[in-house]
């Protein structure tokens, strides 16, 4: 059973301003922005079309969670982006940041190869289980505890396509 936590309406309007908080904060400097595979992928096609400023696209995918509701604790980079990011600011966008390791090993990630900047922007800041506390820039929604799935988060690989945010009650992995 699963129960609606955030509706595609709130999602889009929270979308549209964190676009434009960004596009001031930028102020017409080039940004690349860094969607983290695979559950961010919705949201940063939504937020990229929601920001005014000359930008780049790329992707980064980590492993930490398996197929689980658990995070592993490792976070294994299993795909770099493809260009150089020396000198560059970085814009990374997660769905949710739950321990904060997965944004952490990637801000370092970035800072280790030079990149001018890294902010960091997450549609969900869920702080039940965080371990470090590695500073979000622009947060969508904070949702107190629970898993979460829909509009690109996943359990199991199930659910992302789903518009909207539900709290997952149960671990029945779907048909
Ligand atoms: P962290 O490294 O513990 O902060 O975990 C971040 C990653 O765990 C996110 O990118 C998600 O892929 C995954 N994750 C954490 N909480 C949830 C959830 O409630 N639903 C789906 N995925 C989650």
């Known amino acids: 059973m699963k129960t609606i936590v955030l509706t595609r309406q709130q999602i889009q309007e929270k979308v549209k301003e964190l676009g434009q908080r960004i596009s001031q904060d930028f ?47 490792t976070i294994t980079l299993t795909k770099d982006i493809e260009r150089p990011v020396q000198g560059e600011k970085i814009l990374l966008v997660e769905d949710i940041v739950d321990t904060g390791l997965t944004i952490h090993r990637l801000k370092q990630h970035f800072l280790q190869h030079g990149a001018a900047s890294v902010h960091i922007c ?47 009650n149960n671990t029945t992995v779907p048909k």
């Open 27 to 73: 102020n017409r400097e080039n940004l690349i922005v860094v969607g983290v595979l695979n559950g961010a992928f919705i949201f940063t096609a939504d937020l990229v079309r929601a920001i005014d400023l000359p930008l780049q696209v790329d992707f980064i995918r980590v492993a930490s969670y398996g197929s689980g509701k658990s995070s592993s604790g």
């Open 122 to 168: 997450a549609l969900i800041d869920k702080r039940e289980r965080r371990e470090l506390d590695e500073k979000i820039d622009y947060i969508g929604f904070e949702v107190a505890e629970g898993f979460l799935v829909g509009y690109g988060l996943d359990f199991a690989e199930q659910y992302r396509n789903l518009p909207d945010v539900y709290h997952l």
